[in-house]
């Protein structure tokens, strides 16, 4: 089965620095997705990587899938009190035709302190 | 466009009881999986309904069931819970089996 592991567990960063989250696959990844949960919450989609190299930013978060397709990294620039939260990588995991699911990893939990 | 609801928010339940938990599907969505989120950890995939059948199942025992209606809202029904069943219940919606899933606000379980 597929594994995801995602580094640092938890990170305590200063408002107006920059962070990077790291998820790391024991597979190779087709389907690599980055969400974001407040505490207790449903999760919200931030971005989707599928191709090797393939790098997606939305505001001030940025995304990317390396070459080898089995780590992504998750950098946000200039961290604000709103990026708080837990930040998830899910896996897209196909086992039939049909079929698939969704794997995640254990999560990365962010203060932002002002 | 209405997002994915689910309902209760909050859920109290002893063991041995068994509960229901529903979710609605956001709009022209027709395939719903479920997920159970433990304290401090990733969602794990429950199964996932598509057309009202199910499309692919995780390690959950066969307590947990599910339903898709005609209109892609569904269930997720729980029997003989356990103090281990208490967790967030997540659904979420997709246009399709392997397209991107959008997710509910969850389902809060406790079992006492």
């Known amino acids: 089965s597929q594994e995801l592991e995602q580094s640092p567990q938890s990170l305590i960063v200063q408002e107006g620095k920059n962070l990077t989250i790291n998820c790391t696959s024991s597979?190779?990844?087709?389907?690599l997705y980055w969400y974001k949960q407040k505490y207790g919450e449903g999760l919200i989609f931030l971005m989707m990587?599928?191709?090797?190299?393939e790098e997606k930013s939305h505001e001030k978060i940025t995304a990317k899938l390396d070459e080898k397709k089995q780590q992504s990294s998750l950098h946000i620039t200039a961290s604000q009190p709103s990026h708080a939260g837990i930040y998830l990588c899910?896996?897209?995991?196909?086992?039939?035709?049909?079929?698939?699911?969704?794997?995640f990893g254990t999560g990365t939990r962010l203060q932002v302190t002002l | 466009e209405t997002g994915v609801t689910q309902s209760p928010t909050h859920l109290i339940k002893t063991r041995g009881q068994q509960v229901t938990l529903r979710c609605s599907s956001q709009?022209?969505?027709?395939?719903v999986s479920w997920y159970q989120q433990a304290l401090g950890q990733g969602p794990q995939f429950i199964f996932q309904?598509?057309?009202?059948?199910?499309?692919g199942r995780g390690n959950f025992p066969p307590r947990f069931s599910g339903l898709q209606f005609p209109n892609y809202s569904s269930e997720l029904n729980v029997n003989a819970l356990e103090l281990d069943d208490s967790a967030l219940y997540l659904c979420?919606?997709?246009?399709?089996?392997?397209?991107?899933?959008?997710f509910g606000p969850g389902t809060r379980l406790t079992v006492l």
């Open positions: 979420a919606s997709s246009g399709a089996p392997r397209d991107e899933q959008f």
């Open positions: 597979k190779t990844l087709y389907g």
């Open positions: 990587l599928q191709k090797g190299g």
């Open positions: 899910g896996a897209d995991v196909i086992w039939t035709g049909t079929a698939s699911k969704l794997t």
């Open positions: 709009s022209g969505h027709n395939t």
């Open positions: 309904y598509y057309r009202e059948e199910e499309n």
